[in-house]
């Protein structure tokens, strides 16, 4: 992240959140207490891995007493905390970003490369500046950190019981091409691999492998996403295009998609965490690229 604090609102969020906790005399550790956020979630806030939601903020002003005056008014880092959302997040992928963080299962095919919200910190930033070659490095980190933050609402909170955790079900079903693919180096693929391997064993995470044996899958290789709101309203399709995304929301449509998801899993539903880790395993993969 940029030093100069006026390079960006990120930046801008980071200097006024550092300066409040300094002058309040607090350590990372006492904002962490005080907001109920965990350590480690509070230094990425401070270093711009990961950006603030609003619910930090708020509870930031409020223990740092620069919260708002009257009700009609917000706190100093909830005000700078709205902007920082609005600018960090491409047009074309607000809608994305607020039904996701409000969903109650999410299903994705990819064929290409792993899901945004599986991805490790060095394979997104590989993917990011390949498929944008003209972002600055400033605002590649910028979009790195929004997927490393997207990635928060798979944290399962272990205080509330199970009937009460609002934590989303991801359901990916990702082509073995990409898991050959190199992304950025072989060292960061095979960290990918092991963070696949890692999230597949959450019991609100299931990942499934089409293998290249397999052949020509229902889907065409081309990824889609679908959105079910907690709320109970209807699901919603996503596809993005390499500038823009497009949202299906006609629910003859969504129907359609729904099917392909599940014909694209009826042939793999029986595949367990344990046949996954085999997939992903190096040197299954260095056998499957031996020629014959």
Known sequence: MATDPYSSPLAFFIKKLKRSRERAGMTQGDVAEGTNYALSTVSAYETGRLIPPADFAIRADKLFGTGPES?????????????????????WFRDRFE??????????????QV????ETEDYARAVISAG????????????????MTRQQILERDDDLPADQDNTPRL????????????????????????????????????IQVIRNSEGVTCAFGRAFTILKPNSGGSPVVYLEDIFDAHYIRS???????????????????EKQVAEIKLLLSSRQLRRSRRPR
Do not use: C
């Not at 100093?76 to 491409?90: A, F």
């Open 71 to 91: 009700e009609d008014d917000e706190g100093e880092l909830e005000g700078l905390q709205k902007l920082v959302e609005t600018v960090s997040v491409r047009p």
């Open 132 to 147: 944008r070659p003209r972002m600055s490095d400033e605002e590649i980190e910028r979009a790195v950190a929004l997927r």
């Open 171 to 206: 359901w990916a079903i990702i082509d073995e091409a990409a898991m050959l693919r190199v992304v950025g180096s072989s060292e960061i693929m095979q960290a990918q691999r092991d963070h696949l391997v890692k999230m597949a064993q959450r019991p609100n995470v299931t």
């Open 99 to 112: 039904v996701e963080r409000k969903a109650r299962e999410i299903r994705e095919y990819d064929a290409y």
């Open 115 to 118: 899901p945004g919200l599986l």
């Open 251 to 269: 629910r003859d449509t969504v129907e359609l998609f729904e099917l392909l998801f599940d014909h694209l899993r009826s042939d793999i539903h």
